[in-house]
C-alpha cells in the first residue's frame, strides 16, 4: 500500500500545488488521480519516486517513509510511464525495453528474452523488435513504454497520461490492453489523467482533484458518479452520469420474459400456449435459435410463425445476459424498433427480452442493493 500523508508541494517560486493531501491507494489496483489542468496530478506522482521532494507530509510504502529509502532502489521498484511514451530514439524497440534490465546487469541475452516475452503481453509484433521508435505509430510506441517500464516487473507502475497523445479509438485499445495486463500482473498503478471518461475506464479507485492540489473526492468510479461530493465534482463528471453509472450494473438480476421468443416454425398454438398476451410484440427466432426480428403478436398468434424473416421489423443490437451491463441492455432497448431489448447467450441464441421499463426497474433496485441511490447535489446547493 501506498500511503499518501498530508503531503504538500510548494515550488521554490511560492505556487503551491499539492495541499495536504492524503490518500491510501491500495495493493494490486489502478488508482487514477484525475482533474482539471495544473491541480497537482503530476506533481503528486513524482512526489511518489522523488524526482520532485516533498514541502510537506510524507508517503509510506509497505511502512516505511520513501525518504528511508535510496532514491535508486526507491525507483527501480516503480515502472514509470509518460505521455508520447519517451522512448530513447537512437535505441531499438528491443534495447528500448531492456534498458532497466541491462542497467541492472542484465546479460544481453536475458534482456531480449524479456523484451520479446513483453512485446508480446503488450500486444506488439514480435518483428518490431529491431526497429527504432520512430518506425511504429503513436499507439505502438506507448506500448513499447508500457513494456519498457514493466521490464524489471516493479511491483508498483507510475503513469502520467500514458495514452493522451493518441487518437480515441488507439486510446480505448490502450486501455483495454491495460486492464488485460493488470488481470494478468497485478501491479499497483498510480495513473494520472485529465480526461474522466478515461479514469472511470481504467481506474478502481479514482481521487479527483482540485485547483490548487486539493482532494475533492476519492471513491470507487460507480460511487463517484452517483455520489459526487458536491457540485464541482458533479460539474466535473460531465453529461450523462446517470447513464454512465449504469456500466458498473450488471445484468444477472434483470428478468427476462422468456415467453415473447417464439420459433420461426412455430403453430398458433404453440405461440398461444408460450406467449404471454400482454405483450404486442414477439421475437421471432430462425431454428438455431438467434433472433430473426419482432412481429406483430396478434398477427403472429393468427397465423403461426413466420415460415422466414421477411416483413419482420428488425431486432436490433443484442445484449449478453448476465454479462453486459445494465447500460448495454438499456441502449439495446432505446435504439431496439419496439423498445423491448433482446437478451442474448454466449452462442448469439436468443434466451428472452426485457423493456426499457423492466430495465428502470432493475435499475432503480440495483441502486438500493449497493445504497447508492442517486444524489440530486443540486438539491444541496
Ligand atoms: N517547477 C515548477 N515551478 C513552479 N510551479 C510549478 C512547477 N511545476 C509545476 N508547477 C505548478 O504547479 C501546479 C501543478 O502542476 P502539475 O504539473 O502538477 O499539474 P497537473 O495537474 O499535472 O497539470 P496538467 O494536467 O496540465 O499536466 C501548476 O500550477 C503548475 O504551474
Known amino acids: 500500500m501506498i500511503s499518501i500523508e498530508a503531503v504538500s508541494k510548494r515550488y521554490p517560486d511560492g505556487t503551491v500545488a499539492v495541499d495536504g493531501l492524503s490518500l491510501e491507494i491500495p495493493d494490486r489496483s489502478i488508482t487514477v488521480l484525475v482533474g482539471p489542468s495544473g491541480c497537482g496530478k503530476t506533481t503528486t506522482l513524482r512526489m511518489i519516486n522523488r524526482m520532485i521532494e516533498l514541502s510537506g507530509g510524507r508517503i509510506v510504502i509497505d511502512g516505511e517513509d520513501i525518504r528511508q529509502k535510496p532514491v535508486n532502489a526507491l525507483r527501480r521498484s516503480m515502472g514509470y510511464v509518460i505521455q508520447n511514451a519517451g522512448l530513447f530514439q537512437h535505441r531499438t524497440i528491443v534495447d528500448n525495453i531492456g534498458t532497466v534490465p541491462r542497467m541492472l546487469g542484465w546479460s544481453k541475452a536475458k534482456a531480449r528474452e524479456r523484451s520479446m516475452e513483453l512485446m508480446e503481453r503488450v500486444g506488439l509484433d514480435p518483428a518490431m523488435a529491431k526497429r527504432y521508435p520512430y518506425q511504429l505509430s503513436g499507439g505502438q510506441q506507448q506500448r513499447v513504454g508500457v513494456a519498457r517500464a514493466l521490464a524489471a516487473d516493479p511491483p ?55 485547483t490548487g492540489g486539493k482532494l475533492a473526492q476519492y471513491a470507487p468510479p460507480d460511487e463517484l458518479l452517483s455520489a459526487p461530493a458536491d457540485a464541482a465534482v458533479e460539474d466535473f463528471l460531465g453529461a450523462d452520469r446517470g447513464i454512465r453509472g449504469l456500466s458498473f450494473f450488471g445484468t444477472e438480476a434483470l428478468p427476462l420474459e422468456h415467453g415473447a421468443v417464439v420459433a420461426v416454425d412455430a403453430t398458433p398454438q404453440q405461440i398461444a400456449a408460450r406467449a404471454p398476451g400482454h405483450l404486442p410484440y414477439l421475437l421471432v427466432v430462425g431454428v438455431d435459435g438467434r433472433p430473426l426480428g419482432w412481429a406483430d403478436a396478434g398477427t ?82
Open 156 to 210: 508498483v507502475l507510475l503513469m502520467d497520461e500514458p495514452f493522451s497523445a493518441v487518437d480515441p479509438v488507439v486510446r480505448r485499445g490502450l486501455q483495454e490492453e491495460l486492464l488485460r495486463i493488470q488481470a494478468e500482473l497485478g501491479k499497483t498503478i498510480v495513473f494520472v489523467t485529465h480526461d474522466i471518461d478515461e479514469a472511470i475506464r481504467v481506474g478502481d479507485m479514482i481521487a479527483v482533484l482540485r
Open 300 to 381: 403472429l398468434r393468427a397465423t403461426g410463425g413466420r415460415g422466414d424473416a421477411a416483413g419482420l421489423l428488425p431486432h436490433g443490437q443484442t445484449f449478453r445476459a448476465g454479462k453486459d451491463s445494465l447500460r448495454v441492455a438499456l441502449d439495446c432497448a432505446v435504439l431496439s424498433p419496439t423498445g423491448w431489448a433482446v437478451a442474448v447467450d454466449g452462442e448469439g441464441r436468443a434466451v428472452g427480452v426485457a423493456s426499457q421499463e423492466t430495465i428502470a426497474a432493475a435499475v432503480r433496485e440495483a441502486h438500493a442493493r449497493r445504497g447508492t441511490a442517486p444524489v440530486d447535489v443540486g438539491a444541496a446547493r
